[in-house]
């Protein structure tokens, strides 16, 4: 079992900054992507960057050239630097991980969501 956690969610105006922590737990051999994902009230869950084993990177239309996707290979850790933050920017934000335990089978885990809340 791979567990998720989740920090930095809060509040900030518009314009402002957060960065996003996520940390898996367990016995993780190998890691195909972590990425973050967000779901405003009422919307449907989206992609909003993903970092890949080959270190390829990609990042949803709307937050393309404000947020930042980085990880550390050495604790497992993704984050999350979000810049030049917008009203519509807030939701829950979700970590997902995919990638192999050491017995062997595939694991896709899921962080339990952090807030962010963006208004003045």
């Known amino acids: 079992q791979v567990d998720l956690l989740e920090s930095g969610g809060g509040s900030v105006q518009p314009g402002g900054s957060l960065r996003l922590s996520c940390t898996a737990s367990g016995r993780i051999t190998n890691i195909d992507h972590m990425a973050w994902y967000r779901q405003a009230a009422g919307e449907r869950r989206g992609l909003v960057a993903i970092?890949?084993?080959?270190?390829?990177?990609e990042y949803g239309d709307d937050v393309k050239g404000r947020f930042t996707i980085s990880r550390d290979n050495a604790k497992n850790m993704v984050f999350l630097q979000m810049n030049s933050l917008r009203p519509e920017d807030a939701a829950v934000y979700s970590c997902?991980?995919?990638?192999?335990?050491?017995?062997?089978?595939?694991?896709?885990?899921w962080g339990q969501g952090t807030q962010v809340t963006v208004s003045s």
């Open positions: 997902n991980v995919r990638g192999r335990e050491a017995s062997g089978s595939f694991f896709a885990s």
């Open positions: 970092v890949r084993a080959d270190d390829s990177l």
